[in-house]
């Protein structure tokens, strides 16, 4: 089976761990002091904040920025679940705006109509690895005061006009296994305003101020110094791991380009994408139906899968919770992506990809 993703582990890696393992230093050390400073400095933030998750990387940034009960913060409802939910677990109200026909991401056009005066943040995700309209966010926030935390998780060195993504706004990241860099489990935050880390340094670690003075409620969201030995090797390999996925995706484009039906990625000319997935679109103009053809793909070992097959303002949490939008673009996006192996562990195995597809569209 050709996977959809495969963590890239090297001897570095394991040498890293096994020095972290013989210091006897495991927790919240001087390899996590030293990945944070380091992140900061690839994607070009003042300071870095290291935290156990993604989740907990966009959780903590809405506390640190002050949201919760009674406020209200604009997102997207096709990306994981993780980022409407980090907005419930700070007591804030997750409000959905429809998505972009082409990138798949936020559309700016969409927020204005949602914002009240309720709205603190906007929660822009930057989807399959390629930047959102970050000039039209950005430009958003400005006139109505309100924050940007970016949803960065599937986003590790992707730019907009040669700025990194998580550098616009309060950045968030995730290093699980699936994404373009890993420490296992493992999430980050990146800002230029001291405040904000320095809120986000006390929450992660129950509220302490110094040793054993609590100035507020705060949780265990620490990073292990194995996870970032980890990272700070990932970190070194992650613009080599990102040309291999865009050389992929080029490959992808040019294979899949002429088939009917079949829509490859649309990538702006203002961004660097850096393939977290490659997603192509199964219109009614194709000869089977998407799920018919992933069907097909799995059944000759290649892992095609739906992100995401149910939007979040559908999933059965939300509907509960009295969620009833219509967000047409996002439900028809749901009903057509397919995402494909573009993952820089794939050699050869990018042609079997081309050759498979091409052969199950001749033989319909
Ligand atoms: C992976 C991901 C998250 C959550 O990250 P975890 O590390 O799994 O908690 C959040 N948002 C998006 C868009 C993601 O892809």
Redesign the pocket.
């Known amino acids: 089976m050709i996977a959809i993703s495969s963590p890239f582990i090297g001897d570095e890696e394991i040498k890293a761990v096994e020095e972290v393992l013989r210091s006897g230093n495991l927790a919240q050390g001087r390899k996590v002091a030293e990945f944070e400073e380091a992140y900061a400095a690839y994607v070009g933030t003042k300071y870095a904040v290291a935290v156990s998750?993604?989740?907990t990387a966009?959780h903590l940034s809405l506390l640190a920025h002050g949201i919760g009960e009674g406020d209200e913060v604009i997102t997207t409802p096709f990306?994981?679940i993780?980022?409407a939910n980090a907005i419930l677990f700070a007591g804030a109200k997750p409000v959905f705006a429809d998505i972009d026909e082409k990138s798949f991401n936020l559309d700016p056009e969409k927020i204005e109509e949602k914002i009240t005066s309720k709205t603190k943040a906007l929660i822009p995700?930057h989807l399959y690895g390629q930047p959102c309209d970050m000039d039209r966010i950005m430009e958003i926030a400005r006139k109505y005061s309100l924050v940007v935390i970016e949803?960065a998780?599937?986003a590790h060195g992707a730019e907009y006009k040669g700025k990194k993504a998580g550098s616009f706004g309060t950045g968030c990241f995730?290093f699980?296994p699936t994404?373009n860099m890993t420490t296992g489990?493992g999430?980050m935050i990146t800002t230029d305003y001291p405040v904000i880390a320095a809120r986000a340094r006390m929450l992660r670690n129950h509220g302490q101020k110094e040793r054993y003075l609590h100035e507020v409620l705060g949780y265990n969201f620490r990073m292990t110094d194995i996870a970032a030995a980890i990272g700070l090797c990932q970190l070194k390999k992650l613009d080599h791991f990102n040309e291999q996925r865009r050389k992929n995706a080029e490959m992808l484009n040019q294979g899949l380009k002429d088939i009917k039906g079949i829509r490859t990625p649309c990538v702006s000319p203002a961004v660097k994408h850096v393939f977290h997935q490659y997603t192509i679109r199964v219109t009614g103009d194709f000869a089977i139906s998407r799920d018919a053809l992933r069907e097909k793909l799995i059944k000759e070992g290649i892992a095609a899968e739906i992100y995401y097959p149910l939007p979040i303002h559908h999933q059965p949490l939300y509907r509960r919770l009295g969620y009833n939008d219509h967000l047409p673009q996002t439900e028809k996006a749901a009903q057509e992506v397919l995402s494909l192996p573009v993952h820089p562990a794939l050699g050869e195995e990018i042609f079997k990809i081309l050759s498979v597809v091409r052969r199950i569209v001749k033989e319909l």
Do not use: I, M, N
């Open positions: 998750s993604g989740t966009l990306s994981f993780a980022t995700v949803d998780c599937q995730s699980y994404k489990e999430g």
